[in-house]
Structures are given as structure tokens and as C-alpha cells.
């Protein structure tokens, strides 16, 4: 079984567009809600494209800008202007 | 590919956390940074240190302002709007007070404790990741109690939570957690605090713990909970690039990281019991069981992560299956523990109503079924008899945890743990193999510990001889700070406040 | 092992040392399979002390609340000091039966195993 990647935002309407491309992105991706919190779990491995944000949110995106919703996540980060990937090596 | 002109986010990054500081001339740098050498770790190349999220102080400092603001703006509203009204029960409001005694001087604590390793570590980039978090850190102490200072008006137990951090006995097991950590080198301390605690354990607290905030309708803590956590998995990520950097930088390296990795991972999970029995019994709408938690983010996302450090040469940390064992019975076997000591507590407790007894039947089966619901049904037939159960006889303390001696054997829930340990002829006790293996890895340090129990014996607290005298050099006023909460003042006040409410309108969401 | 430590040196006494204790000292008891009491509870008391006053007068008084306690035979118990099987003479102190500072008793009361056949 491979192990599970996971990223956690705030549920809310600034964090929605992120999770929707997030969700389009990566076909093996589950979204979990509990109050307050949706956590999205991966197997292996999870990328979030600015580009598809910026489609879903209808502006320009900074992959930064994911600091002000983010909750938790689990994986080793690689993050550039354009992607930011969380990946297990094992 | 960059937008326009401006530098790219690794190369930004490199210009600004590269090339700041220089080779000391006049002082031998082994002088300048006398702490980062001695714990044994061997670093060949500090430039290989990067953090991921490649974030630098320019943009640091943007998006922390961004979430000051939000922050600040419902806690705004949450006061103007008289937010304590909405939680789901003032019972709910000792997982508040528990926080604010316990958890918020951790993090002024770790504010320190990073700014020491910041100015420790001879590498710029990992002197720019420590400041970070050492300023975020105290952002969290100064909006943790920001928040809790509007429940401080209407509720009991939050005046004194700095004096009571120094004395008293249920808060010395994170007190003592922390100076644990601030008192070794530097690798050890970040390794203790950003990986085996926040990378491993803290998503127990923030996520599960905060989720129920949100369900019981806290606004407040939600919100700077949240807030927090944003800056917590920049942490975390930290914790997880300086184990990586140890491991990777000299192989020398790896028995001692595996050291650390369990002794704190052990330490963490011990600390974390307080977190747990919050989340099953102090939070009146529950939202996942201590043992649900553990298995998602232990069993499945902590265990992924060990696996990803197995390339390293790193295992599972020891005692890892023991705190597995221990999911079931552990909130049951503390919350039991400060409900007979409630006594010297700075929040109430009490027996769980009968649906919360049916839902832990739910979620922890047969043991609970057996053991821990008839222990509750008896509490509650004391006290429904006059006769409320308290024990006023000081417990056992583990010397190195510093939680009383509660917990019970591995595989016999009906027997408890008890470990001897000795050294230079004195006998000191454990709560388990776990805590007897960090002893005995550092006796030197651990039978320095000041545990409450044989302070209080000593005459060293304030000269108290029982535990209600103990109480007052607490500042805590019995029956109004302390002990059962059925009939406390708050549970009066609540009642007060909610029957002058007007009735909810039928369209609310919330008209139960 | 050891700590590491800077400096010349890593020497320091242990804080709860008998000599705090003005001429007592600090033991603990458990009584096995009532988890009602949570902890093995701690004391201070003289070496000169007769154990079997401190049953009575200590031990019995606080741990009153159980049912089981009604019912206890301080004769018939089964001891240990420091998890070894151990008879004590009740009539004579702590000191000439051997218990010193940080000792840990354990007794067990055949007949008498908790409440709810769990040993709450």
C-alpha cells in the first residue's frame, strides 16, 4: 500500500477555489470535512498548480498565498513559483 | 516561470538566506556559537539546510500581517457580539481553561527556546527559520490569550494562569515537557519541538481538538486556533528539513537522532493524554474520539512519515506499539485521574451524561462498556448521594513525565504501571518503560526534577500540609475555581444566561 | 549512558533527597485492583512509625470511600516492597521492617478485587 499524502485547509470560501483545484488535479484525491477543516488525502503523492487555481479563483495566485488557509499537511515539500508538491520518497 | 522581472521563489529565496553572516576574524567561530558542536552532531555544509516552503522574511512578514488581520477582526466581532453565549455548554469552557493554564506558556516557552536555537546554530538559513518561528510562537501566546480574555469575564479558573503555570502539579507535565527540551543543545531541542511534537503529534491537538472547538461553537479559539495551525505546518515542515539535514549531512549522525526520536516521540505522546481526554470528555458536542484521532494521525499519517525516514536508517520510535495499546483506556484512566483529584484543579469536572457515555460506548467498545462506564456510574451515584468522590491523598508522580502514576500495564488494563528506577543509590518511579528509558538514558538530568507531591511534602509549597491548602497557594478558591462542576458557580451563571435568552427564532440554524 | 554538557563538569544532587525531609521520609503505597484510587498514593511519615498505626490510621481513613475497605483484613494481606514478595511485622516501624525513602509497597487483598469484577 502506498502511503497517504495529506494537506489540511480552512473550510471557507477563500480556501474552496484551492481544494476544487486541488480535487481536479489529483485524480486519487479524497476531500474529509470536519467542522471547520477540510483535509484532503493522497496516495504517494499531491501537487497544487497555480495555474489551476488561478482558473478556479478568477485572479492571480501566489502558491504563498495557500500560508493564510493552510491547517496541516504531511509529506515532503518541493515548491516552486508554479507547483508546490507533496510527495513521500518511500 | 516567474510572472515579470522579479526573482523567482528559489532564487529569491537563496539571495535572502545565503551570504548573510561571515567567518568571525577576531573570535574563533567555535566561540561565537559555543552550543551547536557538543550534542555530537556533525554538519559538513550548512548551505544543504533549505526550507522548502522557501519562504523569506519579506513575505513572512506579508502574510502574517494578513492573518493578524483576519484574526483580529472576528475576535472583534466575537467580543461585541457576547460569543461566550454561543458555546454548546459551560462545560465546554474547562477544555478552555485547560488550554490557557497548560498549552499557551508553551507557547511563550517555545518562543524563548527558538530564539536560543536561532542564535545557536552557526547556518543562516536555519537562524532565519528559528526567528520565524520564534516570532510566531509569541504571536500565538499574545492571541491565545487575546482570546481567552473575553471568557475570563464570565468564567471561573483563568485569573492566574501564569501562577499557577509555576505551581501547579497537573501543569507541571507540559511545564516540565518544554524546560526539558529548552534545557538541551540546540538539534535536540528543534528536533523535540518542530519534528517529534509538531511534525507528529500536534495535528492531535489542532485538528481533531479545534475541529471540536468549532462544533462547540467557540469562535475564539477556533479562530486563533486556525490561525496558529497555518504557521504550524511551516513548523512542522522545519521539524521534518533539520531531521532530514542531520541525517543526511553525516551518518554519525543517525543513532543520535534516533535517540531523540524516541525519547520525544514518547515524551509528546505522554503530554498529549491531556489533549485527549479534553477532546472525549471536555468537549460536550464531540466530533472524533482520542482513539479515532490516534489512528488517523498516528497509525496512518505518523507511521507514513517513519517510513519515508527508513531510507535514513531511522525505525519507528520505541514504545510506538505501547501507545497504541493504550488508545482505548488512557482518557478514561486521566480523566478518572482529575475528577478525584479535582480538588487542587483550576476547572471542574464531572461525570458525562448519559448520551456521552453512549457515544464512548460507540467508539471505544467492550473495555469501556466494562470498565470505565460502571467506574463513572459509581462517581455519579456518590455524588447523587451527597458524597461527591474525591481523593485528597497526594498521588504518585512519574519523574520524568510528571504525570501522576495512573496508567496500567500494556496488556492488563486492571493492573497499574509502576517502574523503579535508581540512581547513585536513590530510588525514583516511572509510569512506564517508555519514561524509565529516558531516565536511565539521563538520570543526571531527571533526578534534578521538581515534583509536586514531594514539594508539597517538603514543605516547600507555601508550607501547605493537605491538598486544600495546597488549593490556596494555588490562588485557586475551592468549589469556585476547583472541583465539581454540577452546582459550581459557572454552571449557575450558565443556567442564568441562557434562560434569560429569547427563545431562537424558528429559522436559526442552531433553534435546539 | 550520560548527559552531554558543556563546562567541566554534570553533578547534581536529587531534589527530593531524605535530608529534606526533617528526620521522615517519602514512600508510597497501592492497593492492587482498586483503579477507583487512580495513583499509588504518596506519604511522609516517621521511620519510627508502626506500620500497623499507619494502616489504621492513615491508609483506612483515606482510602474509606470503597466498599471493599469496610472489609479489610490488614492481617491477610499479601505484600510487596519494591515489586518483591515481602512480609512485614505490623507491630514494628517502617524502619526495622526496611522501608526507607522512595520506598513502593503494593498490597493485594485476596477476596476483595474491586468493584464491577474489574478492579475499579
Known amino acids: 500500500m502506498v502511503d497517504k499524502v495529506f494537506i489540511a485547509f480552512q473550510n471557507n470560501s477563500e480556501a474552496q477555489p484551492i481544494v476544487d483545484a486541488i480535487l481536479a488535479d489529483n485524480a486519487e484525491a479524497v476531500a474529509n470535512e470536519t467542522p471547520g477543516i477540510v483535509k484532503i488525502d493522497c496516495p504517494g503523492r499531491l501537487v497544487v498548480r497555480r495555474a489551476t487555481v488561478e482558473e478556479k479563483m478568477g485572479r492571480e495566485f501566489d502558491l504563498q498565498e495557500i500560508h493564510i488557509s493552510l491547517i496541516s499537511l504531511g509529506g515532503n515539500i518541493d515548491e516552486d513559483d508554479d507547483e508546490f508538491v507533496l510527495a513521500w520518497n518511500s | ?512 | 549512558m550520560t548527559v552531554k554538557y558543556l563546562g567541566e563538569s554534570y553533578e547534581f544532587q536529587s531534589e527530593n533527597r531524605e535530608e529534606r525531609y526533617g528526620g521522615d521520609f517519602n514512600f508510597y503505597i497501592q492497593w492492587h485492583k482498586h483503579l477507583m484510587f487512580a495513583c499509588p498514593s504518596a506519604y511522609r511519615a516517621p521511620g519510627t512509625m508502626i506500620m500497623r498505626d499507619f494502616m489504621e490510621q492513615m491508609f483506612i481513613p483515606d482510602y474509606a470511600q470503597h466498599p471493599d475497605t469496610a472489609h479489610l483484613d490488614i492481617e491477610k494481606l499479601h505484600w510487596q516492597l519494591d515489586h518483591k514478595d515481602w512480609q512485614p511485622d505490623l507491630d514494628k516501624s517502617f524502619a526495622d521492617n526496611g522501608v526507607g525513602h522512595m520506598s513502593y509497597l503494593h498490597i493485594r487483598s485476596p477476596g476483595l478485587e474491586g468493584m464491577h469484577g474489574v478492579g475499579n
Open chain 2, 1 to 512: 516561470m516567474a510572472k515579470d522581472k522579479r526573482m523567482g521563489l528559489k532564487e529569491k529565496y537563496a539571495v535572502m538566506t545565503r551570504g548573510l553572516d561571515w567567518e568571525t576574524s577576531y573570535q574563533p567561530m567555535d566561540d561565537v556559537f559555543p552550543y551547536d558542536k557538543y550534542e555530537g552532531i556533525k554538519i559538513l555544509d550548512w548551505d544543504k539546510w533549505a526550507d522548502p516552503f522557501r519562504l523569506t522574511m519579506d513575505a513572512y512578514w506579508k502574510y502574517q500581517s494578513e492573518k493578524e488581520r483576519k484574526l483580529y477582526a472576528i475576535l472583534d466581532a466575537f467580543q461585541q457580539n457576547n460569543g461566550q453565549l454561543n458555546i454548546s455548554d459551560a462545560r465546554y469552557m474547562n477544555a478552555v481553561k485547560l488550554w490557557l493554564q497548560g498549552i499557551t506558556p508553551l507557547e511563550y516557552a517555545a518562543h524563548r527556546g527558538f530564539a536560543h536555537a536561532g542564535r545557536s546554530f552557526r547556518g543562516a538559513a536555519a537562524r532565519v527559520a528559528c526567528q520565524m518561528q520564534s516570532i510566531d510562537e509569541m504571536r500565538h501566546a499574545q492571541t491565545q490569550l487575546h482570546a481567552f480574555s473575553h471568557y475570563n469575564k464570565f468564567f471561573n479558573g483563568m485569573h492566574g494562569f501564569a501562577h499557577l503555570r509555576d505551581r501547579a502539579w497537573y501543569l507541571s507535565i507540559p511545564k516540565s515537557f518544554f524546560e526539558d527540551a529548552m534545557s538541551a543543545g540546540p538539534f535536540e531541542f528543534v528536533t523535540s519541538i518542530s519534528f517529534a511534537f509538531e511534525y507528529v503529534l500536534t495535528n492531535l491537538l489542532f485538528m481533531p481538538f479545534v475541529s471540536g472547538a468549532a462544533y462547540n461553537g467557540d469562535m475564539a479559539t477556533t479562530t486563533f486556533g486556525f490561525s496558529a495551525q497555518s504557521d504550524e505546518s511551516r513548523h512542522m515542515t522545519l521539524g521534518l528539513e533539520v531531521v532530514k539535514f542531520m541525517l543526511e549531512q553525516h551518518e554519525d549522525n543517525v543513532p543520535i537522532v534516533q535517540a531523540w526520536l524516541d525519547k520525544w516521540f514518547w515524551r509528546g505522546y505522554r503530554l498529549l493524554a491531556l489533549v485527549g481526554t479534553m477532546m472525549d470528555y471536555m468537549l460536550p458536542k464531540k466530533v472524533m474520539s482520542w482513539k479515532e484521532a490516534w489512528e488517523i494521525y498516528w497509525e496512518e499519517n505518523g507511521i507514513a512519515l517513519f517510513n519515508d525516514l527508513s531510507r535514513y536508517g531511522i525505525r519507528l520510535p520505541k514504545h510506538h506499539e505501547v501507545a497504541t495499546k493504550e488508545k482505548g483506556r488512557v482518557t478514561h484512566e486521566l480523566w478518572s485521574t482529575l475528577y478525584q483529584y479535582g480538588n487542587a484543579l483550576g476547572l471542574h469536572t464531572w461525570v458525562p451524561e448519559d448520551e456521552e457515555l453512549d457515544w464512548m460506548s460507540e467508539k471505544y467498545g467492550e473495555l469501556f462498556d466494562t470498565m470505565y462506564r460502571p467506574r463513572l456510574l459509581h462517581f455519579r451515584a456518590q455524588e447523587e448521594t451527597g458524597k461527591r468522590y474525591f481523593n485528597n491523598r497526594l498521588p504518585m508522580v512519574c519523574q520524568v513525565c510528571q504525570i501522576p502514576v495512573f496508567f496500567t500495564e500494556p496488556d492488563d488494563p486492571q493492573t497499574q504501571c509502576v517502574r523503579i528506577v535508581e540512581w547513585a543509590d536513590t530510588k525514583h518511579h516511572c509510569c512506564s518503560d517508555g519514561c524509565a528509558d529516558i531516565f536511565n538514558r539521563e538520570p543526571e538530568k531527571y533526578v534534578q526534577a521538581l515534583i509536586p507531591p514531594q514539594q508539597i511534602y517538603r514543605g516547600e509549597a507555601g508550607g501547605a500540609r493537605d491538598i486544600f491548602e495546597y488549593a490556596e497557594w494555588l490562588h485557586l478558591v475551592k468549589d469556585v475555581d476547583t472541583g465539581e462542576y454540577h452546582g459550581s458557580p459557572d454552571h449557575l451563571n450558565w443556567e442564568a444566561w441562557k434562560a434569560e435568552l429569547p427563545t431562537p427564532q424558528a429559522n436559526s440554524d442552531e433553534a435546539a
